[in-house]
Every structure is written in structure tokens, then in C-alpha cells.
């Protein structure tokens, strides 16, 4: 097969989502030639023109706009004990493809961690009795201070036109807000969405048992916003159909709504789709990449020249992509050497269900992010844990995701097809609402991405394999949190309820659905020892490859990712622009 | 080592980038000022075709008489017009006269070019022999019917209804108004889709002393709105739409997204304050009497909201409209136009009102409004039955005042959409 060259640019970005379309409007501003590859298709605004995504079987079942397993396959297995086995349909999570990736059908959570979240392995230390812990926990700090980072938040906060209430404005609680909340330095850009029945009945219930609820913060917006960089999103209008679907009115903040418009009209940037970047090719010393090798569209293989590599695919693609192409060294759970798929993990969630004979929910008219939550129960704010001996916590919400009939909660007991369900859907469809838990998640010795040795993708290369499991860490904190769900659930006087929470014996189910939050596997750090990245995403081994991601989290937190997702790489891109370019080599010394 | 050498190329390559994206023409201020009027006169709108080389010519323009093909303006010396002495591209632009002596069609817009003063013309000159790129593509020939075949025809329409007269300022302009009504009269030659046509396909009126003038004309059926004194907008709201393809109230659909894409976006602050001034200084036309006694925003907005007892036209508006333009028909600004009192909503004729429900819209994306907002299109979805329903209902909800739609008219645009 005759290799094709490309033209030399000096920045190729490795798909198209947030952290690539971030990195991508950045870059060229600066006046570099970026050139993005997106192994999916091309997903213009025409392809989710109103009312076409209003589609639940096409999207939210046969899963439109995500990955097929055949092209981001991977496998999994509890311990290294075990022989992994591939998944054939998503399930636990569901990563995106194409151009917008997973930001383009996100539910729109845009919450930040907290200082301690950040920080967490100090709290832990200081918090902790020495040996009260799960030995095998790693759970470590963000390599970077608050005050550093915050500016980044406001950011992308800006970018997504935020909606919701301030909590902590400069260190000054604001009511209404989450007052466990770090320090803003200004205000949420807009007001918060309207809050539905459910969840006015939640925060209502929760002030009066003590706890501090606040609108979840929202990337679906408030009102018409143009952001920083010019982009325009229109006013939500509560349609329902957010999470798994693109946004058919210009509500939801993705790399197409607040991004892409503008990058595309610069001359000096162009983006592939249907261009699968196999490998990052390095120079003879390995110390720089000096480009990447992708299949275009007519199964060509093709070289792209470039200066600097951005690695901004999914979380688990970056971390096999550094694996494929050596860059650093591989994790060894046994020897704990090797930092490229070290630092796993996941995160758990559960709910009870209420259901109520006199109460319509009206739960089709709605946003994705639309609900109340709390932060009572997140580390450093309660002391329960450490009496118990777990390290974590949850955000516990009652959300009202969408009203999508299929698979819409219905009494326990109530057949699941036929004349008894459908009696159950005319009772008690709309009588429910949810109360939910989105928990932590910590890294252990034994939780890590590697190689699989048997199974290969379309092109030969082997899959990713994904040794991970719950520990009683987690599971005790969903024993804790459970109890705390009953106790408001109780409060509010439901006819019945149903409940999801894990229990004590419980393994990690892959078949369920929870959240695609998969972190870790090439985190960032303060040393080349345990971390794949440095404080700027820049590879340890090879400095002109950068890795923006959820693959760059030491440990999940309550909060969503994509926050921090964004706000890391403008830290990152902020860097390449200031110090890289001036000086090229590594942004922190080893 | 290596790797230095790479970054120092590429540092040089960062700053040149950085030098030439800001400028694409070559740094002579006089290609530049013509780069920059033909901005103004939209000459890449008709003679560039897609996918062949920019003022290359060879754009299909159906004049209803046969097809004229845009000829090509590139510097090449036998297909363009490299050959043009700068006297010989003058008569070109202000009187339609190649330099062979044949007549161009007033598809070509000279009877509002006649007014370009020369030392514009100098500049577009210059700008097209040293800045454009040479392109030795040819044009398929024009094919007029009989007797618009015979181009010495055009002669004759010239001496009856082209002025070929200069610019001619009105007493009592300020300098503002003065230029913008130089460039709307002008290069902007926004009389050719804005000023009622005669029997002749001729303007009934060439500059702003006749009422006539951007009065409002009607483009293959479309309606298109009368520009004078625009009561509707403020200054600042013309800028806006000129500038961006929307503003609080409305966005570009049709024809004009084009314009506002290839001609007013690239416009200065100054001289689109300037076209805004001027506009605001034209008497405006009388307002058409209502056919139909307004609903009230209130009343329309109760009824949609409560969502019992709808009409046909109600219910499909619920369906396919309210989920942006809100059941109070304001939408949200620059984002949803205003359908409550919106000029395409109460024109004497419905049919651009039936384009854009059928063919929807998109918003251009332009330096200072880069997103590209698309209203999809609902003629696959709505039939003319319920087309007409519905842009009954838009037409006569709120204070609106326009009156029904008849299930012929929407045929009849559908025709035409088709023919697209």
C-alpha cells in the first residue's frame, strides 16, 4: 500500500470534542497551521436541524451518535486474575464519536470539584488515621493550586454560557448558591434554568432536613448568550432531549455551538473527518513525535507532519493511542512502575424512585441539566466518613433528565412489555421522580488500562484492556449515601419507591448504564515517577505531545468532568502559547 | 539539536501566518482599497460559479428571457479582462459597453455603477489586474431568446431608461449621509433588488429624489421590503443586520443572506453607520392598511399556551414553531427573529413568508457573528394545506395584520422551490 505525506503543519489535534476544539481555536488564534483529525463522521448543524434528534429509539437506543464497539472497542475484566473479554454493546458508559464528540450529546452538567477535590490526597493525609484507608489506594493531588486554575474555570464557564446560581463570589457566600463551592472570580454568567416540580419538591425537602441544595449548574442556557469567543447559543426551550442527543435548538453548549463557527473560518485551520490516527510516530530518540499516521476515509494509510501532537481523543483512545506508540513507559501493577494506564477509574451512581399517585411530574418538559443538588456529602464537608472509614462522597440530586418514554420508570412488579405494561405506562407514567447519588470514585494499585494480548481492531492493533472492579471503599460510601437518600425520600411521602444502590458484595456491573466519566490512565502529576503528564498535559517522555482529557484525572470526583476537562486544557493551552512556542522542551522540570 | 532548528522555522512560519492571515492582498493600499469596494459592489456574487476559481465568471443568472452566463474578470489577458485598458474598464462598469463596442445586460448592474466615482474606479482597477488571481476558465456563452439576442438591443435600453448619470448628492446631506448614499446608489446597487421594476425589467426610479426608490420589489416572486426609512430599526439595528445577518429583531434569509455574506459583513463600522444614516433619511413608504383586526400578543400567547381548541394553524405552529420563536412570537434576540409585527409576517404578499417556512434559513457566519444558526426547512413536512395554515396563523397571530394564505399561493412558491 503506497503511503500518502500530508502538508506540514505545526499542530495536529487528535479528535474533535471539547479538549480538540479548545485546543484547536486556541492554537490558530495564536497564528499556528492546526490541522484536527476526527476518526468519526462530520456532524454539521443540518444533521440535528429541528425537530430531528426529538428521536429517542434512533439516539438514545440505537445510540446514533456514539461509538460503534467496532471502532472503540475495548476489554474488560475485574483483576488481573481474570481473562478480559470485549464489549460488544455499550453499557456502563457510551463514548461519542465524530466531529463534536461525547460534547456534543452531554447531558450539560457543568459543575466544578471542589478545592479539596483537588486536593484530595492532602486532605486524606491530614483527615485519615495512617492505615484507616484501603492500602492500595493512590489517590493523589491536581498538580496545580486553586488560585491557578480558577481563571480557566471562569473560562469555559463563559464559553458555555453557564446557568445558575453563584455560591461563593470572591470568598463571599451568595445565597441561593452552592456554598461549598471554591471561590469564583465572578459571577455564573447567566440566571438558572427554571426548576421543574420534582425538583422544587427535593431542594425544598432537603433545606428543611438542614442540607444547602442549589440549581444544578447548567450548560443548557438560561437566555440568549454569545460567548467569548462570538459564539451565539439560543435560550433553552426545555424540549427534553439532551443527554444522548445533539441539541436541535443551539441550547446546549457544545464544540459546534460554541466553538467550531468560529475555528472554521480562520485559513489556518482544517479539520479530517473519518481520519482514524492509528499511531503517533516519534523521532529516532524518542524524546519528540514528529507526526501521526491515520486511515483516511478510502482506508489509506497517511502521515501527518506536525510540531506539536495533541492527543484530545476520548479518555481511554488517548491513553491506548500513548500506549501504541510508546510514548512513555506502561503500567506495572506489580512492580507499580510505569505511569501510561495507571490511575483508572470510574464512578458510581444509584437513586430511589418515588412514585406518587396524585402528582404529575410534567417530566417531557425539561432540560438535561435541569434539577437541584447538593454538596453536604462531598469530601471535607462531612465528618461521617471518616468515622466509617471510606474516602468520598456524592453529589445527591433529583434530576429530571428527560420524559422519553422508553424505559421510563414504572412501579416495581410492572411487566416490562406487553398488555401489563402498557396498563402501567397509562397509570403511572409521569407519577415519578428520581432522588440520585453521583458518587467519587478513587484510584488503586490494582485499577489500571493496558494492552490486551488477544484481541485486535480492524487494523491489527490490539484493543485496550480495562482491569477494574468496586472496592469496599465504594461501597461502603454507597451504603452511607443510600441512607441518606432514604431518609428524604421518606420525608417527602411518596405512595412507594423503588431503589438502585449498590451493596456491600456488589461487582461492577458493565451492562448498566451510569455515566461516560471514565478518568485516569495517563494522569498529570508533579513527578515523571507516578504520572504520565505534567501540570500542562505535556507528556513526561515525549515533550511535544500533549494529553487534554479525562485521562489526565488522578481520581474521580462528585462532580461531572467536563468542567475541569475544559478548564485544564486552556491551563494547557494557555502554556503552549506563552512558554512552549518561545522555548519548545519540557514546561516543568523533572 | 534538531528539534531547535525545527521550532526556530517554525516560530518564523508562526509569524508569518500570523502577518498573512490579516491581509490577503498584497500590501499596496490602492489593490486594497479596491479589494474593499468590490466588497461593496458584490462582484464575486455573480461572477464567480461554485467550484470554479473566485471572479472567474460562469454563474448561471436566468433573466427570464435566457440564461446569461457571468463573465470572467480575472487579470487573464484572453478570457478576462487583463487586456482592459482602465479606461475601457470604466465604460465596462459605468455604461455596460465591452471594448469591442457590444453591450453587456443589465443583469450587470452598471445603470447604478454609472455613479462610481473615477478614483474608486481607478482602485477596482487596480485591484482587479494586480489583485486577483489570474484564471483562464471560459464561461459557457450567453443564450437570450429572441429579440434579447441581439445585443445592440441594449443600446436602445440604455438611451431609454439607464441615466448614466454621477453621483448626485442631495442638498442638505451631511458627509455621512452623502457616503452612504454613495454606496447604496452605488456599488451597493441595492436598487436592483429593492426598487419596483417596469415593463422593461427597467428601475422606476435611480435615486433617492424619487419616492419610488427603494420602495420595495419583487425578486422571482419573492417580496422583498422597501428600505426607506426602515421605521422599524434603529440606526444601530441596520448596522447590526448589514454586519452580522441578524440583530434583537431579525436574521437574513434568501437572497440576502448572500449579499450579507459576501458584501456588507466586510463593510467598516463607518461606512455601514453611514448606509444606515442614509436609509433613515428616505420618507417611508405608507403603511399598508390592515386586512385583518390584530389578535393581541396576549390572547395569541394564552391560546397557544392552554393548547385546547386549536386551529389547524395553531397546532402546526405549536409543533414546528413555538420551539424557538416562543408562543409570544418573540423568539430571543439575535438568535430567533420576531415573528409578532415582523415585515415578512405582514407583507402585502405572503410568498417570502411561505419561502422561508418551506426552505427555511441560515444565518451567515460573519467575523463579528461567526455562528451559523439554520432554520430547517418544513415544505417536506407540511403540505400545502397546512402550509398555508400555518403562515395564516403567523400572519394574523399577535398584532399581526396580514392577511390568510390560500393553499394556490403556497403552490405556486412550492413550483418554484422545487425548481430550485
Known amino acids: 500500500m503506497q503511503k500518502i505525506t500530508n502538508d506540514d503543519v505545526d499542530v495536529v489535534i487528535v479528535g474533535l470534542g471539547w479538549a480538540g476544539s479548545i485546543m484547536a481555536i486556541e492554537l490558530a488564534q495564536a497564528g499556528l497551521k492546526v490541522r484536527a483529525l476526527e476518526r468519526g463522521p462530520d456532524r454539521p448543524p443540518e444533521d440535528f436541524a429541528y425537530p430531528k434528534p426529538a428521536d429517542q429509539y434512533a439516539y438514545a437506543i440505537r445510540n446514533k451518535v456514539f461509538a460503534t464497539p467496532r471502532d472503540a472497542a475495548l476489554t474488560v475484566r475485574y483483576n488481573t486474575g481474570e481473562t478480559a473479554l470485549p464489549t460488544r454493546k455499550w453499557g456502563a458508559f457510551a463514548p461519542g464519536t465524530g466531529v463534536g464528540g461525547s460534547g456534543l450529546h452531554w447531558t450539560g452538567v457543568l459543575i466544578r470539584p471542589t478545592p479539596t477535590d483537588l486536593k484530595l490526597k492532602t486532605y486524606a493525609d491530614k483527615a485519615y488515621k495512617r492505615g484507616t484507608l484501603d492500602p492500595d489506594m493512590r489517590v493523589k493531588d491536581f498538580p496545580f493550586t486553586w488560585d491557578e486554575i480558577e481563571p480557566h474555570f471562569d473560562k469555559f464557564d463563559k464559553i458555555c454560557g453557564l446557568s445558575g446560581n453563584t455560591g461563593n463570589l470572591n470568598g463571599q457566600i451568595q445565597p441561593g448558591g452552592d456554598p461549598f463551592e471554591g471561590p469564583r472570580s465572578n459571577p455564573y454568567p447567566l440566571p438558572a434554568l427554571h426548576d421543574t416540580y420534582n425538583s422544587s419538591l427535593f431542594a425544598a425537602t432537603a433545606k428543611s432536613m438542614g442540607y444547602h441544595p442549589f440549581p444544578n449548574p447548567s450548560a443548557n442556557v438560561s437566555s440568549a448568550w454569545t460567548n467569548p469567543y462570538g459564539s451565539q447559543l439560543a435560550p433553552c426551550n426545555y424540549c427534553g432531549y439532551c443527554s444522548k442527543y445533539p441539541c436541535l435548538n443551539y441550547s446546549k453548549a457544545s464544540p459546534q455551538t460554541a466553538i467550531l463557527d468560529v475555528v472554521k473560518r480562520m485559513p489556518n485551520f482544517d479539520y479530517k473527518a473519518n481520519a482514524m490516527v492509528i499511531r503517533v510516530d516519534l523521532h529516532a530518540d524518542k524524546q519528540t513525535a514528529r507526526g501521526v499516521t491515520y486511515i483516511d476515509e478510502q482506508q489509506r494509510e497517511v502521515f501527518q507532519p506536525a510540531k506539536i501532537v495533541i492527543l484530545s481523543s476520548f479518555q481511554f483512545a488517548n491513553v491506548r493511542l500513548m500506549l501504541l506508540s510508546g510514548i512513555g513507559k506502561p503500567y506495572d501493577p506489580i512492580t507499580e512502575t510505569g505511569t501510561i494506564g495507571r490511575n483508572y477509574a470510574f464512578l458510581s451512581n444509584g437513586a430511589a424512585t418515588l412514585f406518587f399517585k396524585d402528582k404529575h411530574f410534567n417530566s417531557f418538559a425539561t432540560a438535561g441539566a435541569t434539577g437541584e443538588m447538593f454538596n453536604d456529602i462531598s469530601p471535607g464537608n462531612f465528618d461521617d466518613g471518616i468515622r466509617l472509614g471510606f474516602l468520598g462522597g456524592a453529589k445527591i440530586h433529583s434530576s429530571q433528565s428527560t420524559g422519553a418514554p422508553i424505559g421510563t420508570a414504572l412501579p416495581p412488579g410492572t411487566p416490562s412489555w406487553g398488555q401489563g405494561w402498557k396498563e402501567g405506562m397509562v397509570d403511572w407514567y409521569d407519577r415519578s421522580m428520581k432522588i440520585g447519588i453521583t458518587t467519587t470514585c478513587q484510584s488503586y494499585r490494582g485499577h489500571f488500562l493496558d494492552l490486551d494480548p488477544t484481541y485486535k481492531d480492524p487494523w491489527g492493533q490490539p484493543l485496550l484492556r480495562m482491569t477494574f472492579d468496586w472496592r469496599q471503599n465504594e461501597l461502603k460510601l454507597q451504603r452511607y449515601l443510600r441512607e441518606i437518600v432514604g431518609k428524604i425520600a421518606k420525608e417527602m411521602k411518596p405512595d412507594f419507591m423503588s431503589e438502585s444502590f449498590l451493596g456491600l458484595d456488589s461487582h461492577w456491573d458493565i451492562t448498566k448504564y451510569v455515566s461516560t466519566h471514565n478518568v485516569g490512565g495517563a494522569i498529570m502529576g508533579d513527578s515523571p515517577r507516578d504520572s504520565a503528564l505534567n501540570r500542562y498535559l505535556q507528556s513526561w517522555d515525549v515533550h511535544n505531545v500533549f494529553v487534554p482529557g479525562g485521562n489526565a484525572f488522578p481520581q474521580n470526583f462528585q462532580a461531572n468532568p467536563t468542567a475541569t476537562i475544559g478548564a485544564i486544557t486552556l491551563f494547557a493551552a494557555e502554556a503552549i502559547k506563552n512558554h512552549y512556542l518561545k522555548s519548545p522542551g519540557p514546561l516543568v522540570q523533572a | ?420
Open chain 2, 1 to 420: 539539536m534538531m528539534m531547535i532548528k525545527q521550532f526556530a522555522h517554525f516560530l518564523t512560519l508562526a509569524a508569518a501566518l500570523a502577518a498573512t492571515t490579516a491581509f490577503a492582498a498584497p500590501a499596496d493600499t490602492l489593490v486594497q482599497r479596491g479589494a474593499y469596494l468590490a466588497r461593496a459592489g458584490d462582484c464575486i456574487a455573480c461572477h464567480s460559479a461554485p467550484g470554479k476559481p473566485a471572479f472567474a465568471g460562469g454563474l448561471a443568472i436566468d433573466s427570464g428571457h435566457g440564461i446569461i452566463y457571468s463573465t470572467n474578470i480575472t487579470p487573464d489577458k484572453q478570457r478576462g479582462i487583463g487586456a482592459y485598458t482602465e479606461q475601457q474598464f470604466a465604460d465596462a462598469v459605468r455604461k455596460g459597453v465591452k471594448p469591442d463596442g457590444t453591450h453587456l445586460y443589465p443583469a450587470m448592474p452598471y445603470t447604478s455603477y454609472a455613479k462610481v466615482t473615477d478614483a474608486d474606479i481607478k482602485a477596482l482597477y487596480a485591484y482587479f489586474q494586480a489583485g486577483v488571481k489570474p484564471s483562464a476558465y471560459a464561461p459557457p456563452a450567453t443564450r437570450m431568446d429572441f429579440p434579447f439576442n441581439l445585443r445592440w438591443g441594449m443600446a436602445v435600453w440604455n438611451y431609454m431608461f439607464a441615466p448614466d448619470q454621477p453621483f448626485k448628492a442631495q442638498p442638505g446631506w451631511s458627509a455621512q449621509v452623502r457616503n452612504g448614499a454613495y454606496l447604496v446608489e452605488g456599488l451597493g446597487h441595492c436598487s436592483s433588488c429593492h426598487t419596483p421594476r417596469g415593463f422593461a425589467m427597467n428601475e422606476k426610479a435611480g435615486d433617492s429624489s424619487q419616492a419610488k426608490f427603494l420602495a420595495g420589489g419583487d425578486l422571482n416572486g419573492w417580496p422583498v421590503p422597501s428600505l426607506r426609512g426602515l421605521p422599524r430599526w434603529s440606526e444601530a439595528a441596520i448596522v447590526d443586520y448589514l454586519q452580522t445577518g441578524r440583530n434583537a429583531t431579525s436574521a437574513v434569509a434568501g437572497e440576502m443572506t448572500a449579499v450579507v455574506a459576501h458584501s456588507t459583513a466586510h463593510l467598516d463600522d463607518a461606512d455601514l453607520q453611514s448606509i444606515a444614516a442614509y436609509l433613515k433619511t428616505l420618507s417611508p413608504a405608507t403603511p399598508r392598511t390592515a386586512t385583518v383586526k390584530a389578535q393581541g400578543v396576549e390572547a395569541t400567547a394564552k391560546k397557544l399556551t392552554a393548547a385546547t381548541n386549536l386551529t389547524l394553524g395553531e397546532r402546526l405552529y405549536l409543533d414546528n414553531c413555538a420551539a424557538c420563536h416562543f408562543v409570544n412570537g418573540k423568539g430571543a434576540s439575535r438568535v430567533f427573529p420576531v415573528l409578532d409585527g415582523a415585515t415578512v409576517a405582514n407583507a402585502e404578499s405572503p410568498a417570502g413568508l411561505i419561502h422561508v417556512i418551506m426552505q427555511g434559513a441560515r444565518t451567515p457566519s460573519t467575523d463579528k457573528a461567526p455562528s451559523i444558526l439554520v432554520m430547517p426547512g418544513f415544505g417536506k413536512r407540511l403540505d400545502d394545506q397546512e402550509v398555508a395554515a400555518l403562515a395564516s396563523f403567523v400572519r394574523q397571530g399577535w398584532s399581526n395584520t396580514g392577511a390568510p394564505v390560500t393553499e394556490r399561493e403556497v403552490a405556486k412558491v412550492r413550483k418554484m422551490v422545487k425548481a430550485d
